[in-house]
């Protein structure tokens, strides 16, 4: 697979960990020092993937059981080297949320590095 590819994988990951309320899927996605930082209704939030990883499998029942499955979708992405990042919107837990996603290359593999997320509605 091209890194394009391999990072849209990533970012499929990404949306299947919510979706499904898969701990394990964000520790797949994300590198595991990243970041997860934003603005909810309640003021900032910052987590480690740990904090994510324990959130997002708290959410039961899964998304994908229920009738607001999460809806994801890539921006923009773009490449330079061993860097990369990503705009996305995905629709979660009744929220829309623009992401931008970036993105570290290891070895052959890509991970997430940083996640910035910003409330829509």
Known sequence: MTDKENIQAVIQTYFDCMNESSGEKVTHAFHPDARITGYLPTGLQEMSVA?????????TP?????DTPVIGE???LEIAGN???AKVRDRYLGMSFLDTLSFLKIGD???IYNKLFH???
């Open 51 to 59: 904090d994510f990883s324990s959130f997002v499998a708290a959410q």
């Open 62 to 66: 899964p998304p994908q059981e229920t």
């Open 74 to 76: 890539i921006l923009s």
């Open 83 to 85: 860097t990369a990042v």
């Open 109 to 111: 593999g890509w991970s």
């Open 119 to 121: 409330v829509e509605s």
